[in-house]
């Protein structure tokens, strides 16, 4: 049986829960987001609180996975999600221009991404690089983007890489 899914999702005051269709839209003090939400499992908004159910047994994953979107929407809504990243390399900087980043890590030419809309990209420095927003999906998935330009590498550690990641230097050439 799904143990996430029989979790119980206790509702903020400031946010509201709609199901229209087959789209659930929820609305808090940072935003709004929308959502398809499979119909085979039902929710039931009681006193603040959403519990979910499903038809039938072969729906054990599904179960788990639309409660916690909803509850990852719920607090996209309310607190928001905050990706950093951090430059590592000689002459690598970023710089934030609106919803335009420009990457120079160490290509013949500047990288340019557009971050999606309901992203935020900001640079504290040259070399730190913050993507925030409500949608933990966009977050994750434009975060993931910038780190696709330049990946770290295992023998020098340069890249372009989480704040919190771990990179696992090798030895090069001349190991014993």
Avoid: C, W
Wanted: glycine letters at 12%; a positive charge; charged letters at 25%.
């Amino acid at each position: 049986m799904s143990r996430i899914g029989l979790k119980t999702i206790v509702v903020p005051g400031s946010v509201t829960v709609t199901k229209k269709g087959d789209n659930l839209t929820v609305k808090g003090p940072k935003g709004e987001l929308t959502r398809y939400f499979d119909p085979r499992i039902t929710f039931a908004q009681k006193d603040g609180k959403i519990n979910f159910s499903r038809s039938n047994e072969n729906d054990k994953p599904l179960h788990g996975t639309e409660r916690a979107n909803l509850a990852s929407m719920i607090e996209g809504v309310v607190k928001g999600y905050k990706k950093t990243l951090k430059l590592v390399g000689v002459g690598y900087r970023a710089q934030a221009q609106g919803d335009k980043l420009t990457l120079n890590v160490g290509y013949s030419h500047p990288v340019v991404l557009t971050a999606p809309k309901g992203v935020n990209v900001k640079t504290s420095s040259a070399t730190d690089i913050e993507v925030s927003g409500i949608s933990k999906q966009n977050v994750g998935q434009f975060a993931a983007e910038i780190r696709d330009v330049r990946p770290p590498e295992p023998y020098k550690g340069k890249g372009i890489r989480y704040t919190n990641e771990y990179v696992r230097r090798k030895e090069g050439k001349t190991g014993k």
